[in-house]
């Protein structure tokens, strides 16, 4: 089992940047697949980003794609999003989670989810 923690939200002007980081706990965060998903108000949770459990494989939505970077140290059991370029429609809560060793974009599959930071990005 793993519980996670995001931080690093906050109001930002379009073209700004912000870094979310999430915290694991668990002895077995290595093994996890680990995902960012974003919710604005109205609409559906979405995917973001992942990255594999051994930090080899990154995905992307495109609509962040270029803008966005996903990394993960499992020494400190951290899972962080460097978020550049940011614009309104980026404004959503973020959220941090995670799958066991698979990857998946599917809001549906990860097991594990954090209580969430709020991105707002004004124009």
């Known amino acids: 089992q793993v519980q996670l923690a995001e931080s690093g939200g906050g109001l930002v002007q379009a073209g700004g940047s912000l870094r979310l980081s999430c915290a694991a706990s668990g002895p077995t965060f290595s093994r996890y697949s680990m995902g960012w998903f974003r919710q604005a108000p109205g609409k559906e949770r979405e995917f973001v980003s992942a990255?594999?459990?051994?930090?080899?494989?990154?995905y992307y939505a495109d609509s962040v794609k270029g803008r966005f970077t996903i990394s993960r140290d499992n020494v400190k059991n951290t899972v962080s999003l460097q978020m550049n370029s940011l614009k309104p429609e980026d404004t959503a809560v973020y959220y941090c989670a995670a799958r066991w060793l698979q990857y998946s974009g599917d809001v549906r599959d990860y097991n594990y989810w954090g209580q969430g930071t709020q991105v707002t990005v004004s124009s």
């Open positions: 990255i594999s459990w051994n930090g080899m494989r990154t």
